[in-house]
């Protein structure tokens, strides 16, 4: 989430998404503008739960979703899927804030100015067509840089130039063995592991960044402060930390549930 101009903006909606809001006390009928970075299934499978729910128990009077190709299909699935239920629950409700829900396109150039704020997009490199975000507020001249799931590559860098926050993937990272309840029963997804000997580099590993990857991308930009998200089960975090904090100068915060952070 992020409050811009007294703006509630959610980037992506994936697993859990609805009850993350909930255990934040954030209301979900303020949130009327959603950017999805790409559509992989860890960053949109919410998002139907969060259509109705920031509807019929927030009431939420509209809604735009900013995406790739395939935003408007997704869209149009919760029409095709719902349409009954959306009809039945519009008897129930004072609002209608399912029906109208807009979609627009966001494609390599993208860029809106909004009510106190602008957004520009810039495409990264994962195994799917996916977006970085940048959010400038006018008044307090703040910003901050979404990368969404990326490989490391210039362009970001230059993107995020003198960013206040760049919120930075950092998928690929060492398992913390300690972390692990039971080594033999919890699959850790050794396949985003840094550091795992013979590492097949065409694996996820290669579509996403590590701690060293952020804090280079990070100090080649000049931000301020670096948060490292995207964080799988059982990683090191500390290790996270130290690595990127090795090559970047700056504040570096590893992602937390329900962390706040303040340009």
């Known amino acids: 989430m992020i409050d811009v101009a007294d703006d509630m903006v959610m980037i992506d909606c994936g697993p859990k998404t609805v009850y993350g809001l909930m255990d934040a006390d954030v209301d979900m009928g303020e949130i009327e503008t959603l950017f999805f970075t790409h559509h992989h299934m860890d960053h949109n499978a919410s998002f139907f739960h969060f259509a109705f729910t920031s509807w019929t128990e927030a009431g939420r009077g509209s809604l735009t979703v900013y995406g790739p190709d395939g935003t408007d299909r997704l869209v149009d699935a919760l029409y095709d899927v719902y349409t009954e239920d959306i009809e039945y629950r519009k008897d129930i409700y004072p609002t209608d804030g399912i029906s109208g829900i807009e979609t627009e396109l966001v494609t390599d150039g993208f860029s809106r100015q909004m009510d106190g704020w602008d957004i520009d997009a810039l495409p990264v490199e994962h195994s799917i067509e996916t977006y970085a975000y940048r959010f400038e507020e006018h008044e307090t001249g703040s910003s901050i840089v979404f990368s969404g799931d990326t490989r490391k590559i210039p362009s970001l860098a230059e993107f995020a130039e003198d960013a206040d926050i760049l919120i930075q993937d950092c998928n690929t990272a060492p398992v913390d063995e300690d972390r692990v309840p039971n080594a033999d029963e919890q699959f850790v997804w050794p396949q985003h ?15 996403h960044c590590d701690a060293t990857d952020a804090g280079e991308i990070a100090q080649d930009a000049g931000v ?3 948060v490292l998200t995207h964080i799988m089960p059982y990683r090191d975090l500390d290790a996270m930390q130290r690595d990127a904090e090795s090559v970047f100068d700056g504040d570096v915060v590893v992602a937390e549930d329900g962390l706040t952070l303040t340009p």
């Open 193 to 207: 592991a840094a550091g795992e000997e013979g590492l097949d580099r065409s694996t996820l590993t290669a579509n």
């Open 224 to 226: 301020q402060t670096l």
